[in-house]
């Protein structure tokens, strides 16, 4: 390699390694710098998101939710080896040990500037019957394909779903949609442990309208399979619950175990540690990225691990910039996120109640209902609105939604707010669009904003 030819190493070639591939070669041309990237599975730049959409039926092929495929990427001069594991870093050496799953070789390769993008792995508890065929999570494409495939020749319509967060709520609503009896076994006392536990008893009471069954507050204790090994149950320490398909959904952490074993630096939560650059603590040429790292929470001022495309995408925009010469950074994220369950949509962002004690915050929280369009108009339907305000300041701390159509992205203007540090006052003189098909006169977001302050006021009024 000459000494003006700088070689950039990318281990995972899902969104952040290939949006940061992408963008260094926009400011780089192959004759600056060299690309290769590993990836150890089939696909690359896919929407893992989108699986359960997939498995349910809204989205028709896998391939649409691939972005670009790794001939794609292969011919933008990036040197893409697909089915290929990094067994091993070698910071001092400035190099990678890499295995070709398919032909089983060995092989090391050299880095300048290297970027780890190794994702998330999800939790699999060490249960019996865990392994057993019909049981199935869904991080992957691949993973995906599996369970569809076992759907496809599976007589039995029972599903337990293990786990009530977004992948479990999410995964509930495919088995619905693909006609099975669905459970949902969750050790939280409410689904959504991502919201209140009285906004997360609106997610039950919907889900249990749609048919679901909730189990909450159970742990799963074992999975039974019967003569031929297959699943047959779910059970918990009380009951058991038969099921022709287990889907687990109880989340995912950090896929750090390369960079620990490199002596890298690693956070409370198991994710790499990064600066506002993307760049791993104390490395000047090493960058890491999407669900593998902690993020800034720019709300409580500590460091998280939140798995999500968006943040994954940005963090490869960031890194390539900075590897191809320019410069830009990621300074934090207040939490938001969204998602549904068949037609109830689900959203939040800041702080939850726990987070703001646990912060050391004063705070006073509000809860209304309004509808999501003028209540004249055909189609209004409720929503339900928390939101959390500092006391003494009004600053804005959080919003949780929960309602039908037009609910979930209301939590946009929250995000907004939040970010921009603006109290609650200031949030209700926002001038949001509006016309009765897709708000009362005075939105969701405002109401809450304006019982808010009255709360803000009431407090100030009390004895400290």
């Not at 939710?65 to 040197?79: F, G, K, N, Q, S």
């Not at 994702?119 to 991080?139: C, E």
């Not at 897709?438 to 808010?452: C, G, N, T």
């Amino acid at each position: 390699m000459s000494s003006t030819k700088e070689r950039l190493v990318i281990i995972g070639a899902d969104a952040t390694g290939m949006s940061a591939a992408s963008q260094a070669r926009r400011l780089r041309s192959p004759e600056e710098l060299e690309i290769v990237a590993f990836e150890r599975g089939d696909f690359t730049s896919y929407s893992a998101c989108g699986i359960p959409y997939w498995v349910g039926g809204a989205v028709d092929e896998r391939d649409d939710l691939v972005a670009r495929t790794p001939e794609e990427h292969r011919e933008r001069a990036i040197d893409l080896r697909m089915r290929t594991e990094v067994l091993r870093i070698d910071v001092r050496g400035r190099r990678v040990l890499a295995r070709d799953l398919e032909a089983g070789k060995e092989y090391w390769t050299t880095y300048d500037k290297l970027v780890i993008a190794t994702g998330a792995r999800p939790l699999r508890p060490s249960l019996p019957g865990i392994d057993a065929p019909g049981v199935h999570g869904v991080q992957t494409l691949g993973d995906g394909q599996a369970l569809i495939e076992t759907l496809e020749r599976t007589e039995g319509r029972r599903a337990v779903v293990v786990g009530a967060g977004y992948i479990g709520v999410e995964m509930a609503e495919a088995m619905i949609q693909r006609g099975y009896d669905v459970t949902v076994v969750n050790r939280g006392k409410e689904p959504m442990s991502t919201l209140d536990a009285d906004m997360g008893r609106l997610v039950h009471e919907a889900m249990t309208g749609l048919g679901i069954e909730m189990v909450n507050d159970a742990e799963v204790t074992k999975i039974l399979t019967d003569d031929d090994g297959r699943v047959r149950a779910v059970a918990t320490e009380n009951a058991e619950y038969p099921a022709d398909v287990v889907i687990l959904g109880l989340g995912v952490r950090p896929e750090t175990e390369l960079a620990r074993e490199a002596g890298l630096p690693l956070g409370d939560h198991g994710g790499l540690l990064t600066d506002l650059a993307m760049r791993v603590r104390g490395y000047e040429d090493i960058w890491a990225g999407g669900d593998c790292v902690e993020v800034f929470d720019l709300m409580s001022g500590r460091e998280r691990h939140i798995a999500l495309g968006t943040h994954a995408n940005k963090h490869g925009q960031v890194i390539g910039s900075n590897v191809g010469g320019g410069y830009a950074t990621f300074p934090g994220v207040v939490g938001t996120a969204v998602s549904k369950v068949c037609d109830l949509e689900i959203a939040r962002t800041g702080l939850r109640e726990k987070d703001a004690r646990a912060a050391g915050l004063r705070y006073v929280a509000v809860t209304i209902e309004s509808t999501n369009r003028a209540g004249y108009y055909p189609g209004a339907a409720l929503m339900t609105v928390k939101m959390l305000a500092e006391r003494r300041t009004g600053k804005l701390l959080g919003v949780q939604i929960v309602g039908r159509e037009g609910a979930g992205k209301r939590v946009d203007v929250a995000a907004v707010a939040l970010t921009a540090g603006m109290t609650v006052e200031q949030m209700t003189a926002l001038d949001l669009g509006y016309a009765p098909p897709f708000s009362p006169v005075w939105d969701p977001i405002l109401v809450a904003a304006r019982k808010a302050v009255a709360a803000v006021r009431a407090a100030d009024e009390q004895p400290s």
